[in-house]
Every structure is written in C-alpha cells, then in structure tokens.
C-alpha cells in the first residue's frame, strides 16, 4: 500500500549520541544510512540542511489532545475544582464530531511544533485515531476509563475500551496502538484498576493513568487504603515495565525505589503541575534512582499549549531552582526525557537518529536569532529554540511538514472548524 520512497537529508547537524554534521538516508519508514558519502541521486528527495539541527520527534507521553477545544477554560483552579467545575461539564457535551475538531486542531500544533508520537487518554477515541491516521503521525490512544465506584458504569467502561482495541490497535500502517487507560487510583475503583491490569496483560498493551497528581489524591488514597498511591496500585497488579504514570509529583523516596525496581515510566509535566498548582515532582531524584522519566504537555487547558520545546526547559529549569542544584537534569537528560525515553516507555523503535530506527525527524531552523550562535547545539534545542523553529518533520518516512507547511492537513479548514467547534462546546 505504502508507496517506497527515499529522502536525503543533506549535511544538517545531528543530534545523535554525539552531535555532528552528517546526512541521513531515509528509505521507506527506516533511517538506511548516515554517512558524509551520500549524494544527490541516492534518493528521490533531496533536503538541503546545512543550516538546520536535525534531531528525532519529541514524544509528549501524557496528553488529552481533544482537550485543545477548551483552550482557556478554567485558569487559576486546583485540580479538582478545575475538573469538577471546568471541565467535566463541558465534556460531557463532548460528541464525535467535536472531538474529531478537537484532535485535528492538535495534529497541526504538535506536527507544526515538533513532535511525531504523543500518549493520549479521551473521549471518542476514534475520532482521535481517524485525526491521527490522515496526519500522518504515530500515537498511543486509550479510552479514559472513569467509574467513580459505579458497578454499572465500570462494565460499560470496560466495554468501550475493549471496542478501542478491536478498532483501533495497530492501524495506520501500525502508526496507531492502543493502551488502557483507567483515570486515576481515586476516580476508578479497585476492581476496575485490577481488571484494565488484566486487559493490558492480556492484550499486550500499555497501561496509562494519571497517579500521585495532588496532596489532595495521595491524602484520599492514604485514608481509603492506608498507603501512598504508588503502593496501593503496586498490590493492585498495576506497576510493571508497561506502566507510564502521569505525573507523580508527590512520589515518596520508598515509592521511587519501588517504580525503579517495577521499570515504572513516570511522565513528568511541569507546565500543568504548576499552572494547577498540583506541586513539583522529585524528577531529578527519578534519574537519580534509575526510574524510566519522560515529558507530558498535559490537556491543553491545564497548559495552555502542546509545544514540548517549553515543556523541556520548563522541567529542566524547575529540578534546578527546586534543588538548587545547577548540576541536576544536565541538557543531555532533558533531551532523552523528551525523546529517547518516551519512546522506550510506548515501546516504539524510535526515538534516535540511528540507523534502522524508524524515521521520525524533526529539522530546526538555525538561521534565527535566538539561535546563534551554535556553540552547543543541544543546549540551543533544550534552552533556546521555540516550536514554531520546526521547518520541517518526517514521521514514518514521510515528510509531513515542509518549510512550515503542512503536507497531510489543511491548516486553516482545521483552525476554522475548530473554532466553531469550540464555540459549541
Ligand atoms: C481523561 C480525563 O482526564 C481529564 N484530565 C485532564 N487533565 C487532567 C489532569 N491533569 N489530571 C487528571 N485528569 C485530567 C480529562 O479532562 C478527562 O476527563
Ligand atoms: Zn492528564
């Protein structure tokens, strides 16, 4: 079906395992080759990029994408106010069609800012799967599980997640997977935690949920169960080398060692943590510990953006204020939080400009101000370039973004049919 094609990447500098100027082949969906022996007619593109950074997509590993319709919705909230006041009353006018608008909107942000695989937990999640099959970018897509102790509702709850796999895992030329994503400890009960443990196991798939957000759920969790989250989801099943948990801010040292010893993945999300309020997650003393940490923008209307340029300086410049340890999440770490790591924790074979990784590319402008000079080029990636530096992204091969323009999406119907869409909302 896929047609094969080969793209050349001239000269631009690389940020693999060292930084340096090279081209990269790219053959089907696959990094062939990189080398300074390649020409012209070894492919049937050719990129001129000597004067851009070549560097893997971003991968944001917590997102609710539909959620970029409620863009300015509830500022200045804790959580839980924010959730039940804000938010959940408008979602629950969600429709298909609302979260199709919704996801679109955030296919051009994200492709337009970087990043080629995000981690998604929503509503009407085949809509997302059918934004994600047209753009062109890759995802793992749940249904966010919620039964607030409800007999009835985990049934139904189960049953749509189960849909999600039958319709929706490995589509898109394998760009799509499907993961289970209960909510979180303290809007799921026991039962259903135990039994999307079971599903995921079953299935072979991710499990995704939000754990240890706020004082608040660890202080609720502590006196329904008598521990901390992390301990109660442990004897539940629920902590394994396939679990991502978003956030964990409050994670106590005995925790730590417990997500480092289960290969836990901890999605880090500075932006919404401190925009709600929620706290400041121990993330250096993760790295420190050996626990699997990546980078999450987060819903849009706790963030407001999806641009993981910020996200990686914001996480960076939190550890350290918070430390006081200039030395804590050296560039380099932050860098593979963004990268590297998320795709370890979805499990996908990218991540890293290295031959027979898949092809997920991002090209950054250098010829802006706020990047030059180049004396270190990963430090102007983490510290100084902002999205809208993306010139050009490749995901699966396949050129999505060129000279800032969109390949797959028509950027202006997506804004217009969005803004409507948010209007109905
Ligand atoms: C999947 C569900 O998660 C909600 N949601 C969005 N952001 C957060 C957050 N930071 N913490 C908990 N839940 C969140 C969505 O609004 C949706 O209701
Ligand atoms: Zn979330």
């Known amino acids: 079906?896929?047609?094969?094609?080969?793209?050349?990447?001239?000269?631009?500098?690389?940020?693999?395992?060292?930084?340096?100027?090279?081209?990269?082949?790219?053959?089907?969906?696959?990094?062939?080759?990189?080398?300074?022996?390649?020409?012209?007619?070894?492919?049937?593109?050719?990129?001129?990029?000597?004067?851009?950074?070549?560097?893997?997509?971003?991968?944001?590993?917590?997102?609710?994408?539909?959620?970029?319709?409620?863009?300015?919705?509830?500022?200045?909230?804790?959580?839980?106010?924010?959730?039940?006041?804000?938010?959940?009353?408008?979602?629950?006018?969600?429709?298909?069609?609302?979260?199709?608008?919704?996801?679109?909107?955030?296919?051009?942000?994200?492709?337009?800012?970087?990043?080629?695989?995000?981690n998604d937990m929503y509503f009407y999640m085949q809509q997302t799967a059918k934004a994600v099959e047209e753009a062109g970018i890759r995802a793992t897509l749940g249904y966010g599980m919620i039964d607030l102790f409800d007999d009835e509702k985990r049934k139904q709850e189960l049953k749509n997640a189960k849909e999600l796999i039958k319709s929706s895992h490995n589509t898109a030329d394998g760009r799509i997977k499907v993961a289970i994503t209960p909510h979180a400890p303290n809007t799921c009960s026991a039962e259903l935690i135990q039994e999307s443990v079971k599903l995921a196991s079953d299935n072979n798939l991710k499990l995704h949920i939000h754990v240890s957000e706020t004082q608040d759920e660890v202080d609720l969790i502590k006196n329904e169960h008598g521990m901390t989250p992390f301990k109660y989801l442990d004897t539940l099943g629920a902590l394994s080398e396939d679990t991502i948990a978003a956030h964990g801010v409050w994670t106590t040292p005995d925790e730590i060692k417990l997500l480092s010893e289960r290969g836990v993945t901890v999605s880090h999300n500075p932006s919404s943590n401190m925009k709600l309020a929620s706290g400041i997650a121990p993330v250096a003393d993760y790295l420190e510990n050996g626990v699997n940490t990546t980078i999450g923008t987060d819903g849009v209307s706790s963030n407001n953006n999806l641009d993981m340029f910020s996200e990686m300086k914001l996480t960076a410049l939190m550890q350290k204020v918070n430390t006081l340890n200039p030395e804590v999440l050296k560039t380099r770490q932050t860098f593979n939080m963004a990268t590297v790591n998320g795709a370890k924790a979805l499990g996908v074979n990218t991540g890293e400009l290295k031959e027979g990784k898949l092809a997920d590319i991002v090209l950054v402008d250098t010829n802006v101000a706020h990047m030059v000079p180049l004396i270190d080029p990963l430090s102007n990636i983490v510290y100084a370039a902002l999205g809208s530096d993306v010139n050009t992204l490749i995901c699966d091969g396949k050129i999505l973004l060129k000279d800032k323009q969109l390949t797959t999406l028509n950027e202006q119907e997506i804004i217009d049919e969005a803004r409507s869409a948010a209007l109905q909302l």
Do not use: C
């Not at 971003?58 to 938010?87: C, E, F, K, P, S």
């Not at 296919?107 to 970087?114: H, S």
């Open 1 to 118: 079906m896929t047609q094969t094609t080969s793209i050349l990447i001239k000269d631009p500098i690389i940020i693999a395992d060292e930084v340096h100027r090279n081209s990269i082949l790219v053959v089907d969906n696959k990094i062939e080759e990189i080398s300074s022996k390649l020409n012209d007619n070894d492919a049937e593109v050719v990129i001129d990029a000597h004067d851009k950074i070549a560097m893997p997509g971003l991968v944001n590993t917590h997102t609710h994408v539909a959620m970029t319709l409620l863009r300015g919705v509830g500022d200045d909230q804790a959580l839980q106010t924010w959730l039940n006041d804000y938010i959940w009353p408008r979602e629950a006018n969600l429709t298909d069609e609302l979260v199709y608008a919704g996801s679109r909107l955030a296919m051009v942000e994200m492709i337009k800012t970087g990043t080629t695989m995000f």
